[in-house]
């Protein structure tokens, strides 16, 4: 995404775009920079800028739309959202005529008009048949935020922000690893930070102060207890983050962050792991910039554990994912928590 902003504020700007992935949020900015690289104002970009929605119009109403001249400007911006919810066409021979105006468009796009198609995410199967193998060529991914921490302290130093490592632990323990949710809560915590200090840093006092996470009690807390293995400790500290969160949103961040944990520890209790580099070892475990300053801590938890133990605690926080998704029956969230740290820690 970083070399496709970098095209835009060029003034590279393709005439045809594929968006596909579920980070709107990411995508929503990318037609923000389209609107401001193609108009001088506001109100010229409100005024030559189209929004389709796919369940609303088919795909040969798309290249027409795309193909009329603009009114005033030299440029026109087409956004279709939902293009994968395209309304359907009655007959194969139209469906056909529309994907042969598709590739004739392609071929040979307007030079006035820049088209964003703009689709969730599409199945890789689907994206080799019409009308998404014809967009290959213009095709942009948005897959969602694998690493909340990593994803985190780039948007914050593309700000001109730093997380301290424990700040950005904790912020990322807690956040929901959406792009939208991310980027929300940092320039919440930036504009809190510059009313404190001149220094563009975030702490963790920031952090538990503006996003309303407990010094005591809070995912970092739940990890030294869980290494220390003191099943009373972290069923308490837990519960405490359930009270502060409410009882689904705090358990289902708990399993979140302790599925990162372990899935970190079972990849360094694999051969040859433990001789790697310490960055090799950070970047092996998705921890990036200052994020390696906790790399060395794994090294130490995949001794604390037993390879057995993390895979009995692998299953231990699938099942709890299952309950709160009801696959699996469960009286209630505590009664899923006590029941997976006492599998974890029992």
């Given at each position: 995404m970083a070399d496709l902003k970098k095209q835009i504020a060029s003034g590279k700007i393709a005439p045809v775009y594929f968006f596909q992935g579920p980070e709107s949020w990411l995508k929503e900015e990318i037609e923000t920079q389209l609107k401001a690289s193609l108009f001088p104002s506001e109100s010229e970009a409100a005024l030559n800028t189209m929004l389709l929605y796919g369940p609303d119009v088919t795909l040969g109403q798309i290249i027409s739309a795309a193909s009329e001249y603009p009114m005033f400007t030299e440029k026109k911006l087409v956004i279709v959202r939902q293009f994968d919810k395209l309304k359907k066409v009655t007959g194969k021979t139209e469906s056909q005529q529309q994907e042969a105006s598709l590739a004739r468009y392609l071929a040979n796009p307007a030079t006035f008009a820049v088209l964003v198609l703009d689709a969730d995410e599409v199945d890789k199967k689907e994206l080799e048949k019409s009308p998404y193998k014809q967009l290959k060529p213009f095709q942009h991914d948005f897959p969602a935020v694998k690493h909340p921490d990593v994803f985190a302290a780039e948007r914050a130093r593309e700000a001109g922000w730093e997380f301290d490592p424990d700040a950005l632990k904790t912020f990322a323990g807690y956040i929901e690893p959406s792009s939208r949710l991310i980027c929300q809560e940092i320039e919440k915590l930036t504009l809190y930070v510059t009313d404190k200090r001149a220094e563009r840093r975030i702490t963790l006092d920031d952090v538990c102060q503006c996003v309303g996470i407990s010094k005591k009690y809070n995912v970092f807390e739940l990890e030294k207890a869980l290494v220390g293995k003191n099943l009373r400790l972290c069923s308490g500290i837990a519960l405490m983050i359930m009270e502060q969160e409410g009882q689904k949103e705090g358990l289902m961040n708990i399993v979140r962050y302790l599925t990162t944990f372990f899935l970190r520890v079972w990849k360094l209790q694999t051969p040859g792991m433990q001789q790697?580099?310490?960055?090799?070892?950070?970047?092996?475990?998705?921890?990036?910039?200052?994020?390696?300053?906790?790399?060395?801590?794994?090294?130490?938890?995949?001794?604390?554990?037993?390879?057995?133990?993390?895979?009995?605690?692998?299953?231990?926080?699938?099942?709890?994912?299952?309950?709160?998704?009801?696959?699996?029956?469960?009286?209630?969230?505590?009664?899923?928590?006590?029941?997976?740290?006492?599998?974890?820690?029992?």
């Open positions: 790697l580099s310490l960055k090799d070892t950070a970047a092996a475990l998705g921890m990036y910039g200052r994020q390696e300053y906790f790399a060395k801590n794994y090294l130490d938890y995949a001794r604390r554990f037993s390879l057995p133990e993390t895979e009995r605690s692998l299953r231990a926080l699938r099942d709890a994912d299952a309950a709160l998704k009801g696959i699996i029956q469960s009286p209630d969230d505590k009664f899923t928590l006590l029941k997976m740290m006492q599998e974890i820690l029992g």
